[in-house]
């Protein structure tokens, strides 16, 4: 059963940093290409960060400089760190993986940035 289960949301203030984490289990993590989403009330959800399987990254320009995703393929796990966050931020953060037209979707954790 292939399962994505994300953690280390909650609040923080402004300024603050989280590590999010995202294990994977069921599919072989290691192929996978993976990405951070994240989705606003009221608003679409939008692609924060990737890393390939080879460890390629890229970054939203909103988040570019303030966060890092990386992965641990030993773990099956991804994780992004953001730092610097603002009020903005505030957005359930889905991980996503895909290869080839496989892909799969988390349940998200909520990332609350207020004071």
């Not at 991804?78 to 996503?96: G, I, N, R, W």
């Amino acid at each position: 059963q292939v399962q994505l289960v994300e953690s280390g949301g909650g609040l923080v203030q402004p300024g603050g940093s989280l590590r999010l984490s995202c294990a994977a289990s069921g599919f072989t993590f290691s192929v996978y290409h993976m990405r951070w989403y994240r989705q606003a009330p009221g608003k679409e959800r939008e692609w924060v960060a990737g890393i390939t399987s080879s460890g390629f990254t890229a970054y939203a320009d909103s988040v570019k400089g303030r966060s890092t995703i990386s992965r641990d393929n030993a773990e099956n796990t991804m994780f992004l760190q953001m730092s610097s966050l603002k009020p903005e931020d505030t957005a359930v953060y889905y991980c996503h993986a895909r290869q080839g037209g496989t892909q799969y979707w988390g349940q998200g954790t909520q990332v609350s940035v207020s004071t």
